[in-house]
């Protein structure tokens, strides 16, 4: 009678799970040329939109209707409605500080000890794949040769515009001529006796944009989420952008110097007032020397409202549309390339 062995532990077993998975995830990162923090990152994106709709099926309802659900709640109307200002803005003070010319021993950054001639070379890099990211948000949610790609996405797939009384219309090509020739082609028909279709190209000329502006209400085609597109391609410029020049041992010194300055013991209020000059001192030491932070905490941002965009709006195919999109342009800045010259995969990997 053959031996019977022993059985095998849970642990043996994990770790055989384990060593798969990570063979997976190595072999993806070789043939997507991403590090495996970046595939990481990617994969964030999808279960956040996952765990969106998890969350929209099994909640309450008077837990899903709260004030997040709101489109003119502050973090919306504040932050995603000038989503691309707000990560220009940061991106530049980041910039600005990484490569500033001045000693600055304490600074996260491993662009810190450039030379002028290396830091020109680096910022017209940046420049360049700044302005494609930006031309590809401009391209899919501003303007692509008249409508932006998700209005021409929707108004192809049988998108209309509808709640647009006469009166609507007139108030707003009286306060905007320069959208007159978004009506040209109802005005034609119209001219030319085509009563029977003026409904109907009256609902379909519109873009979103518009739409909205004059009050009007998007109706059935396939509306891409741009709210998902924005957030993920912001949020992956800006990551992409920072993680490989960030030193997060000088970060995590930093970090503890201004935990220390912050709540030391000299530091308690004298007859109950805070000296609020040393604080704001303080902190912007803290955030001169790492500007990174500003940009990581927009990226926070950006998933908090990501989550929030995932259980409150749109279908699941839509906000996987605006995912997909907002990944396409970021891959065809950054990744694209390495196909090319086959450089080892090492950016955007922390230190």
Known sequence: MAPISPPKSNESVYNKHITTLLGWVTHASRITRLTEFELLIFVVFVMTLVLGKLINVVAPQEEIQNYFNNK?????????????AWTTLLIGIFQTFNYRTSAAPNLSSIRSNLSPQQRSSELVKFA?????????????TQWFFGYPIMDKIFLHTGGKCVNITQKKLSDFTGANPNHSFDFQVMERAIDAGVKAVEEEIFESALGSVVCRR??????GGHDPSGHVFLLVHSSLFLLFETLHL??????ARNSRKFKNALFSSDETPKDGKW??????SVIGTFMAENPVVAVWALCGLWWWMLLMTAVYFHSWLEKLVGLLWGYLGIFGVYVLPRFYHNPAVTRAKPN
Do not use: E, H, P, S
Not at 214 to 219: A, S, V
């Open 128 to 140: 360049v794949r700044y302005t494609l990211v930006t031309v590809w948000w401009i391209f899919f």
């Open 72 to 84: 003119r709640n502050i973090f919306n109307v504040v932050f995603a409605k000038n989503g691309w």
């Open 275 to 280: 000296d609020v000059q040393k604080y704001v």
């Open 214 to 219: 004059m009050g009007g209400k998007m109706t």
């Open 246 to 251: 960030t030193n997060f041992d000088q970060l």
